[in-house]
């Protein structure tokens, strides 16, 4: 039964599209309404209606409960997170793998301004080309996307990027599909 409700909850973050888990990620800080980079049940529950996420609740008990993996009456971002992230199959998460090891340039585990330099080509961005945004600029756009939004920090981990792709991969039935986008996207 908190499995279903779980499901249920996926389910209706990501009929928001691929950032649909990113954009709850977002509400996480707003439902924080103590600041303690936690959640209460109060919190988490308040949060969920006003995210518009219709849930019992019971059902936001047994989810709260799911989430809360080490007991301790919250739940932190990365335990919130892990639990909306859909499972993905091995050959997904392999090949998300390799197209952060090919976005990480300098092979530090971290995706910043300086990995994209030769890699990502700004010149096409329409903010680029009508001057209104420097390529630095268009970098840190680029990474944003990615970025963790509890904790924009200007870097991408592969925790972060995976967290992205898991919406993405949501939405795509097929491995084949999803594994022959991956590598066109990132030229793998």
Known sequence: MAAEALQDLRQQCLSRGAAGIKGLGRMFRIMDDDGSKSLDFQEFAKGLQDYGVSVGRDQAQQIFAMMDKDGSGSINFDEFLEKLRPP????????????????????????????????????HHP??????????????????????????????TLEEFVNYYSGVSASVDSDDYFLSMMKSAWKL
């Open 88 to 123: 993905m199959s091995s050959a997904r998460m392999q090949v998300i793998r390799q197209a952060f090891q090919k976005f990480d340039k300098s092979g530090d585990g971290v995706v910043t301004v300086e990995d994209l330099q030769g890699v990502y080509n700004s010149k």
């Open 127 to 156: 903010k680029y080309k009508s001057g209104e945004w420097t390529e630095t600029q268009v970098f840190h756009s680029f990474l944003d996307s990615f970025d963790s939004p509890h904790d924009k920090d200007g870097k991408v």
